[in-house]
């Protein structure tokens, strides 16, 4: 995608996800969870994912913040259902090289829908909004089954 | 004069021509002129203020109070005018009660620091209000854990107004400090502040007020709030960076132990006794800021030329207007107590603050969006944070249109 494609922050999609967020809402059962917190912003979110084997068959978030941290969790959840936990990681380490590169570089094409929010970079107070989502779920991942275990 | 150029007395107010002044607010900020509405975190410096300092540094610059020379004279001399000008602008008696420091936090810092077991022990009494700015919570609380003192705290009504009948009840002979914001930087609430200093010095205790968010807009006279200290930031009156006042009663900071230890604070020194110099030097340990104060004292002379109360009453037909255009515009003003000071804190339904902090910039236009360093209002008003614009004396009616336009597009944007 060109870069002068996502000088509008403020695009269409990220807009209906932060109105109509993907995946909202507290699960039945969940195997790991975490609690994501911007001091700064007030934001707070809440992370749950059912993994089977390595699999991510569900994951769902609740809580509430900016349109960006919004969208950014909403749009998270809707690529990660189904991916590999190995995937989920690799597509974090992307995420978050897209958003904190120079205004310049290329975006990764891989990042797929993720793409618009790369658009954040053109504002670096609030690459936060854009990676709590991100860093919740990569503290969810890492607790171990057990400990995290609760329904 | 700190710097000589063309300042006036009674200079008749127009905030379109102040605005020349200034030369930061013709920059533009990508395409759109500056609309600076951000004045409650820091204001900017007119001319005569920005000329000051560098008048100090291609003329003046030297050390204060340490060499005979010519320019360490000069300088000292300018250092201890600006005092006189501080002094004179807070209706202070004494030059003795004024004391530089780096700012708001830095006054409040060192009372807190020099109370410890002097002015409060075990089981003593701290009242703050539940508005205060984090920098008037946090060294209490330090200052409660190294005494075993508590601190308590008088609650905001609905309307962001104190509850002063609370107050009264919380007064105990224990009561040894109270420490209250004169306007609060997130609600705009102008606290009654001499009632407040009756109150406590009826009940034993010392009264604090912080003047962080009052000084650049109503008249100060220490002497008539009748307080015992009184802390303030330069930077928020037009000033630079780095320099602020404790103002104290001289009897008060006479008893005080010193803050910090290093020169200029001292008689004498040997390794078996310090001998402490006299006020306000007692408080001003090392090389001070002398650009800074300077620059204060260039910024209290600009302001001086100008009669505090059309100031006032500019500032109030800003918030008047802006108030009753963002009220007509559905927006949800948080802070609304009688008489307050030209502060707007408010809130779209459904927008987050920083969403629209950053759509309003791609505007040109500067407001505040977050907790205002004030977290315990926010979950006063149950509120993650805020949006806050606030007016200066150059602010114009022009600027409070785009505000409002601007936040009218972001609405459609998000409908
Ligand atoms: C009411 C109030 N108190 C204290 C402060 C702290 O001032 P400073 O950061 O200049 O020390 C501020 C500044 O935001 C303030 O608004």
């Known amino acids: 995608m060109d870069i002068a494609d996502i000088r509008e922050l403020y695009q269409d999609v990220i807009l209906d996800h932060n109105k109509s967020p993907r995946n909202f809402g507290k699960p039945h059962t969940h195997t790991h969870t975490s609690c994501g917190h ?44 189904g991916k590999t936990i190995d995937e989920a990681r690799h597509l974090f380490a992307t995420f978050t090289n897209a958003v904190t590169s120079p205004l310049d570089s290329p975006v990764d094409e891989s990042l797929g829908n993720l793409v618009v929010l790369a658009g954040v970079r053109e504002y670096p107070v609030r690459v936060k909004c854009a990676t709590l989502a991100w860093h919740t779920m990569q503290s969810a991942l890492n607790q171990s089954q057990t400990a995290s275990t609760e329904s | 004069m700190m710097y000589n150029d063309t300042l006036q007395t009674a200079r008749s107010f127009s905030a379109e021509e102040i605005r020349k002044d200034f030369p930061i607010l013709s920059r533009p900020v990508g395409k759109n002129p500056l609309v600076y509405l951000d004045n409650a975190a820091t204001t900017h410096k007119p001319t005569h203020v920005i000329n000051s300092i560098r008048s100090f540094y291609e003329s003046t610059n030297s050390n204060v109070h340490r060499g005979v020379h010519t320019l360490s004279q000069l300088a000292t001399e300018q250092y201890e005018s600006a005092r006189n000008i501080v002094r004179n602008f ?100 102008v606290n009654p502040v001499n009632e407040i200093v009756k109150a406590g ?48 009663k001289r009897e008060l900071l006479e008893k005080l132990p010193p803050y910090q230890g290093g020169g200029d604070m001292i008689l004498t020194v040997s390794f078996e006794k310090t001998e402490y110099n006299e006020l306000p030097y007692k408080f001003e340990a090392g090389t001070p800021n002398i650009e800074g104060a300077i620059g204060l004292a260039a910024a209290i002379e600009y302001l001086q030329q100008f009669d505090m109360e059309s100031i006032a009453r500019h500032e109030e037909s800003l918030l008047r207007y802006a108030t009753s255009l963002l009220e007509q515009n559905g927006v949800r003003i948080i802070g609304i107590a009688p008489g307050k000071s030209s502060i707007i804190s408010f809130v779209l339904d459904g927008i987050h603050p920083h969403d629209v902090g950053s759509l309003l910039d791609r505007d040109g236009i500067a407001i505040r969006a977050g907790h205002h360093c004030t977290q315990p209002v926010m979950k006063r008003f149950s509120v993650p944070a805020t949006n806050r614009a606030s ?19 972001i609405k459609s944007l998000f409908a």
């Not at chain 2, 962080?212 to 630079?240: M, N, R």
């Open chain 2, 201 to 248: 010095h009826n009940a034993g205790a010392v009264v604090i007020v912080d003047g962080a968010q009052s000084v650049a807009h109503t008249k100060i006279d220490v002497q008539e709030i009748g307080c015992d200290f009184f802390v303030f930031s330069g930077h928020k009156l037009y000033a630079p960076t780095g320099i602020g006042v404790l103002y104290g």
């Open chain 2, 90 to 189: 807070l209706h202070a008696s004494s030059q003795q009660e004024i004391v530089f420091t780096r700012g708001t936090t830095e006054g409040l810092n060192l009372l807190a620091q020099s109370f410890t077991n002097t002015v409060v022990g075990n089981g003593d009494e701290i009242l703050l209000s539940g508005m205060e700015h984090h920098s008037n919570i946090v060294p209490w609380q330090m200052l409660a854990q190294r005494t075993g003192a508590i601190m308590k705290v008088i609650p905001v009504l609905d309307d962001g107004s104190l509850d002063m009948q609370t107050f009264y009840a919380m007064l105990t002979p224990k009561t040894k400090v109270i420490s209250v914001v004169h306007i609060s930087n997130s609600l705009g609430t």
């Open chain 1, 38 to 81: 911007n001091p700064l912003c007030g934001d707070t979110f809440e992370l749950f994912c059912t993994v089977d084997g390595d699999v991510i068959t569900d994951i769902r978030f609740e809580g509430s913040g900016c349109a960006i941290s919004k969208a950014s969790a909403s749009m998270m959840t809707s690529e990660l259902k």
């Open chain 2, 391 to 409: 007016f200066a004396m150059y602010n114009t009616m022009p600027e409070v249109d785009a505000l409002v336009d601007s936040l009218g597009s």
